[in-house]
């Protein structure tokens, strides 16, 4: 009998041992990076949009990394009750965080754009998921909100980061179709060069922009309002997407202002 108790002790401590050394998450090479985390399962990644499909004549503002800090755009709005989307990077808004604070409290959603806003693609595991859950954490700790969206800095990612975003909470990977210029003019990735239904408009932080974020703005609202547009709520829109069966790996086409 205690023979029969021992050999069922070591097999199952071998079980649990196989089972130790299985959870490592893979790094960008295919490989499994020790202690990286246990790796998400096949079929749970998110969906990567830059284009929602609907018929409601809606398009969707979004703004980068947090470097702008324009008092009047928090007027802007409250006064349209705009419902746009921040894609924040810590290293970069960290330092006014009241300020998203305000534009939250007036109707903002508050999203991820990592930490210290790197190019993920390529990256070991471990690192696009310090770099994601990170900014989770910041945000969460914050502001009392976990972002479900997520934007990659550059555009630039790969199926290492929707695996590290799927773990962070991330349900929906954004890009975009059209740039925000800092002259306050609209440039486009692909498809037609105007606004169609369901366009996501990226507002990068331009280094010494032309007009500030407020003039930039209201010169695309006026813009949205001649072709019979408004500005719909991204995570609405976003929360009716179906992930793909298989995610490939994709470099957005980057603004001449070097992208979001």
């Known amino acids: 009998m205690r023979v029969r108790l021992l050999a069922g002790a070591v097999a199952l401590l071998a079980v649990i041992a196989g089972c130790g050394t299985g959870e490592r998450a893979e790094d960008g090479t295919g490989r499994r990076s020790p202690g990286a985390g246990p790796a998400p399962e096949a079929g749970a990644l998110p969906p990567v949009v830059d284009h929602v499909p609907t018929r409601d004549r809606v398009v969707f503002l979004t703004y980068d990394d947090g ?66 859950c990170g900014q989770q954490h910041k945000l969460t700790s914050r502001f009392g909100v976990r972002p479900r969206l997520f934007r990659p800095p550059y555009g630039t990612y790969d199926t290492t980061t929707l695996r590290a975003a799927a773990d962070c909470g991330i349900r929906t990977v954004v890009l975009w ?55 719909g709520r991204l995570e609405d829109y976003t929360a009716r997407i179906s992930p793909p069966t298989v995610p490939g790996e994709h470099r957005s086409p980057l603004s001449p202002s070097g992208g979001p």
């Open 67 to 132: 470097a702008e800090r324009d008092p009047r755009f928090i007027d802007l709005v409250r006064e349209h009750r705009l419902p746009v989307s921040l894609f924040l990077t810590d290293t970069v808004a960290g330092p006014g965080y009241a300020h998203f604070a305000r534009l939250r409290a007036v109707g903002a959603s508050l999203q991820n754009h990592t930490l210290d806003h790197p190019a993920l693609r390529g990256l070991p595991y471990a690192g696009q998921r310090a770099e994601i």
């Open 177 to 231: 179709r059209a740039t925000l210029e800092p002259d306050g003019h609209l440039t486009y990735t692909d498809g037609p060069h105007h606004l169609t239904p369901g366009d996501i408009i990226a507002v990068p932080s331009g280094e010494a922009p032309t007009l500030s974020l407020t003039e930039r703005t209201t010169r695309l609202l006026g813009e949205l309002e001649e072709r019979g547009l408004r500005v």
